[in-house]
């Protein structure tokens, strides 16, 4: 059974940071694109970042040079470091894991308050 569950989240002031981390179970992890998305209220859920098997990365144009998406290939989890948070970024965020199949974490709420 495929799992993945999020921590990290929480309330943070404008300009703060938050690590989240995403621990996965029940995939082989390494062949996994791993991603984080966010959704906030009454919008859709959009990209933040990608990390491929190799470590290759992709970001959202809004977070780039203030997010980082890191992979531990031995451990399953994967981080999203987030830097000079606004209050715009107050979403849901939610772990994706992809290879043949899809999945999705349960999600762990951000607030950015100003």
């Known amino acids: 059974q495929v799992q993945l569950v999020e921590s990290g989240g929480g309330l943070v002031q404008l300009g703060g940071s938050l690590r989240l981390s995403c621990a996965a179970s029940?995939?082989?992890?390494?062949?996994?694109?791993m991603g984080w998305y966010r959704q906030a209220p009454g919008k859709q859920r959009d990209m933040v970042a990608l990390?491929?098997?190799?470590?290759?990365?992709k970001y959202a144009d809004s977070v780039k040079g203030r997010v980082t998406i890191s992979r531990d290939n031995a451990k399953n989890p994967v981080y999203l470091q987030m830097n000079s948070l606004k209050p715009e970024e107050t979403a849901v965020y939610s772990c994706?894991?992809?290879?043949?199949?899809?999945?999705w974490g349960q999600g762990t709420q951000v607030t950015v308050s100003s």
């Open positions: 990390i491929t098997s190799d470590r290759n990365t």
């Open positions: 029940g995939i082989s992890f390494v062949r996994y694109t």
């Open positions: 994706n894991a992809q290879w043949f199949d899809t999945n």
